[in-house]
C-alpha cells in the first residue's frame, strides 16, 4: 500500500501529471526539453523527475551531456495507469497545448535549446 500511496502522490502534482502526459505521447524527453514544456527552472525539472524515478514510473539514460527521460511502460502494474490516464487526460487543453508545443520544441536544435537556456539563468 505505501508503494501505491507514493504513486499516486507523484501523480498529484500537476507539472508531474504534465510530464507523464508528455512521456505517453513520445519515447522519450530530455531534460531541457521538460523545462523548455513547463516553463519552471531546471531545479525544478530536477525534484520532478527525481520524484517520477523514485516511484519507479520514470527511467532515464545519459547520453552525451543529455539526459532522457522515458516512461517505464514495461513495468507491467504500470500499463493499465497509463492507459488510464492517456484516457482521462489525453483530451484535456492543458495536454493538448503541451502535446503543440512538443511538436515545437522537438523541431529545435538541441545545442541551441541548451543555450538559450543557460543564458537566461535560472529564470524559466
Known amino acids: 500500500m505505501k508503494n501505491t500511496l507514493s504513486l499516486l502522490k ?17 519515447h522519450e ?10 516553463k519552471i527552472t531546471g531545479a525544478s525539472v530536477s525534484r520532478h523527475l527525481a520524484l ?4 519507479g ?4 539514460r545519459k547520453k552525451g551531456r543529455w539526459v532522457y527521460y522515458r516512461l517505464r511502460k514495461d513495468m507491467p502494474d504500470f500499463k493499465v495507469l497509463l492507459m488510464w490516464l492517456e484516457q482521462k487526460i ?3 487543453a492543458v ?5 503543440a508545443m512538443l511538436d515545437d520544441i522537438g523541431s ?10 543557460r543564458q537566461s539563468g535560472s529564470n524559466p
Open 29 to 38: 524527453l530530455c531534460a531541457c526539453q521538460i523545462k523548455e514544456l513547463l
Open 108 to 117: 529545435c536544435d538541441m545545442i541551441e535549446m541548451c543555450k538559450k537556456q
Open 95 to 99: 495536454v493538448k497545448a503541451d502535446l
Open 57 to 60: 514510473l520514470v527511467d532515464s
Open 90 to 92: 489525453g483530451n484535456t
Open 10 to 26: 507523484a501523480l498529484s502534482d500537476k507539472n508531474r501529471l504534465r510530464v507523464v502526459a508528455a512521456l505517453l505521447s513520445t
Open 52 to 55: 517520477l524515478i523514485q516511484v
